[in-house]
C-alpha cells in the first residue's frame, strides 16, 4: 500500500493542540537543513520532488520516530549520496 | 495535454497503488468527488520524482463528501489530482478506470 | 558522528555542520550566504504578510472578489507575491461565511504559502494534524480551543498539488471602525490556517 508519508485519515495518532510552541525552528540546525536544501535545490542538484521522495522512502518507523527537520536531513544526505556528491561514509564522518 | 473535464463534472479518482512518488493520497483513491476548478497544467510529479519526461497536464481541485472518503461524517475534502488520475465517472457509479 | 557528546541534538547539530562543511569544500554552498539568504527569506515571508491580505479584503470589496478569483494577481496591490519560495506558487483563497468554514491541510508532506504565512508551525508538519483532520476536522478544531457552530458546514483543503491555500477569516463583530492596520493586527497565523476564529 501507500507510503509511510501518506497518513491523511489514518487513525491512532494524538491529539493536535494547542500548542504552546508553534516556532518554525526550534534550533539553529534545522534553520541551516532548510536553507541549505534551498539552495540544493536552487542549484538544481536535484527537485522538490525528489527531495519528497526521498522523504517517503524513509524506513516506517525511522519516519515516525524523526522530527520533520530530522526527515528533511536524511532527504538532503540520501540524495547527495545518491546523486554521487558525497559518499556514505563521507556523510558518516569515516 | 488538453482538459478532459469541466467544473461540476463528477470524476472517479484512479485506484493506482504505485510503489513510486505519486500525490494521490491513500484515502482519495477510488472515490467519486465533484470538480471545482481547473488549476492549470503542471508536468506529473511521480515521473518527475523518476527524472522522467514530464509534459505538462491539468491539475483539478475535486470534493469530495467524507461519506464518500470514510463513510461517514457531514464535511467535505477537497483534493487537488492530476488529470492522469481522474475517470469520467457516470451515474450509475461505474467510472471504472 | 555516534560518539558526540550532548545527546541526540547536539548530535545530529553536528552532522548537519559536518555535511554543510564538506558541500562548503566543493563549492557548492557558502555558509555565509546561506546565512545571508535564509535572514532575507525570514524577513519576507511571515504572518504579517497573510494578515495584510485578510484586512485589505475585509475592507475592499473589489479587492477581496480578484482575491478569491485570481489571488497571485491580487497579492500585488500590497506588493507581495507567491514568489517567497523556490519558485512563485499558485494561491487559492477560500473564504469563510456563516455557513461554510474553511481549513487547510497537506496530508502527504506540509505544503503551506509560505510567502504569506513565513514556515509553517510545527504541528501542522505533524502526522497527528495531517491525519486526523481530513478526517474528524471539528475534533481538530476543538481541540485548537475552537467551538464552531454545529450549524457551519466543514470543507478541508488538502494541498496535493501545486496550490497553496489561505483562509480568508470572518471579520469579527465591533470592528466597523477600525483601519485597515489595526484589523491586521486582529489576524492570526492560525485564523489564516483555519483552525482559530479571528
Request: aromatic share 8%; charged share 25%; with cysteine.
Amino acid at each position: 500500500m501507500s507510503r509511510i508519508n501518506d497518513v491523511g485519515g489514518m487513525q491512532g495518532f494524538p491529539e493536535v493542540g494547542p500548542q504552546a510552541d508553534e516556532a518554525p525552528f526550534h534550533s539553529d540546525w534545522e534553520a541551516h537543513v532548510f536553507a541549505l536544501n534551498r539552495a540544493l535545490i536552487g542549484h538544481g542538484l536535484y527537485s522538490l520532488d525528489e527531495f519528497r521522495d526521498a522523504i517517503e522512502r524513509m524506513p516506517p518507523a525511522r519516519y515516525l520516530e524523526s522530527s520533520y527537520y530530522e526527515k528533511w536531513f536524511h532527504a538532503v544526505t540520501t540524495l547527495l549520496v545518491e546523486k554521487g556528491v558525497l559518499t556514505a561514509a563521507e556523510v558518516a564522518g569515516d | 495535454m488538453t482538459e478532459r473535464f469541466a467544473p461540476g463534472e463528477r470524476v472517479r479518482t484512479s485506484r493506482v497503488d504505485p510503489s513510486h512518488h505519486t500525490r494521490l493520497p491513500r484515502y482519495a483513491r477510488g472515490a467519486v468527488g465533484t470538480v471545482v476548478e481547473i488549476q492549470g497544467s503542471y508536468p506529473l510529479p511521480d515521473d518527475r520524482a523518476r527524472g522522467v519526461a514530464s509534459e505538462p497536464e491539468p491539475v483539478y481541485t475535486v470534493r469530495f463528501t467524507a461519506r464518500e472518503l470514510f463513510g461517514g461524517g457531514e464535511h467535505s475534502v477537497t483534493v487537488d489530482v492530476w488529470q492522469t488520475h481522474l475517470r469520467r465517472c457516470d451515474d450509475a457509479g461505474n467510472g471504472n478506470p | 558522528m555516534s560518539g558526540e557528546h550532548g545527546g541526540p541534538a547536539a548530535s545530529i547539530a553536528a552532522e548537519v555542520r559536518h555535511v554543510e562543511t564538506l558541500l562548503e569544500q566543493r563549492g557548492l554552498v557558502n555558509s555565509a550566504e546561506l546565512d545571508t539568504a535564509l535572514q532575507a527569506f525570514l524577513a519576507r515571508a511571515n504572518p504579517a504578510n497573510g494578515a495584510r491580505v485578510a484586512a485589505r479584503a475585509w475592507l475592499d470589496a473589489d479587492f477581496r472578489a480578484r482575491l478569491l478569483t485570481d489571488a497571485n494577481e491580487s497579492l500585488a496591490d500590497l506588493g507581495l507575491s507567491m514568489g517567497g519560495g523556490l519558485q512563485e506558487q499558485r494561491l487559492k483563497v477560500v473564504q469563510n461565511t456563516e455557513d461554510v468554514h474553511n481549513v487547510i491541510v497537506c496530508t502527504l508532506c506540509s505544503c503551506y504559502p509560505i510567502a504569506l504565512l513565513g514556515p509553517s508551525p510545527t504541528w501542522y508538519k505533524s502526522e497527528a494534524y495531517r491525519s486526523r483532520v481530513v478526517r474528524e476536522p471539528r475534533a481538530v478544531l476543538a481541540e485548537f480551543g475552537f467551538a464552531l457552530d454545529p450549524a457551519t458546514a466543514i470543507t478541508v483543503w488538502d494541498a496535493s498539488a501545486e496550490s497553496r491555500y489561505l483562509v480568508l477569516p470572518r471579520r469579527p463583530a465591533g470592528t466597523e471602525n477600525l483601519d485597515e492596520h489595526e484589523l491586521a493586527a486582529l489576524v492570526t497565523r492560525n485564523g489564516l490556517i483555519g483552525v482559530a476564529a479571528i
